[in-house]
């Protein structure tokens, strides 16, 4: 499976917002449940497909949501490429 994947605007954008949000009054990273998760994975092809499904499968429910009252809005940003075999 091929991707393009772009850093440049997409990344400096990721972090403006989040230095918006650490820099608004009130901003807590611990009750917000501010994260940032990256783990090295070895996957085939065919894994990688079924890991894409699972997060499809996991954030595509949330999408529909509308603002309501108790509800906040996050941003979730996933980043997948594969990466240099250091084996």
Request: no cysteine; aromatic share 8%.
């Given at each position: 499976?091929?991707?393009?994947?772009?850093i440049?605007?997409?990344?400096?954008?990721?972090?403006?917002?989040?230095?918006?949000?650490?820099?608004?009054?009130?901003?807590?990273?611990?009750?917000?449940?501010?994260?940032?998760?990256?783990?090295?994975?070895?996957?085939?092809?065919?894994?990688?497909?079924?890991?894409i499904?699972?997060?499809?499968?996991?954030?595509?429910?949330?999408l529909?949501?509308?603002?309501?009252?108790?509800?906040?809005?996050?941003?979730?940003?996933?980043?997948?490429?594969?990466v240099?075999?250091?084996?």
């Open positions: 499976m091929a991707g393009v994947l772009v440049g605007p997409s990344s400096t954008g990721r972090r403006a917002e989040f230095n918006a949000y650490v820099d608004r009054e009130g901003a807590d990273p611990v009750a917000d449940l501010v994260g940032y998760r990256q783990h090295g994975i070895w996957l085939t092809e065919a894994e990688l497909h079924q890991l499904e699972g997060m499809r499968a996991a954030i595509l429910p949330a529909s949501n509308e603002a309501a009252p108790g509800r906040s809005r996050y941003l979730l940003s996933p980043i997948l490429f594969p240099e075999d250091d084996t």
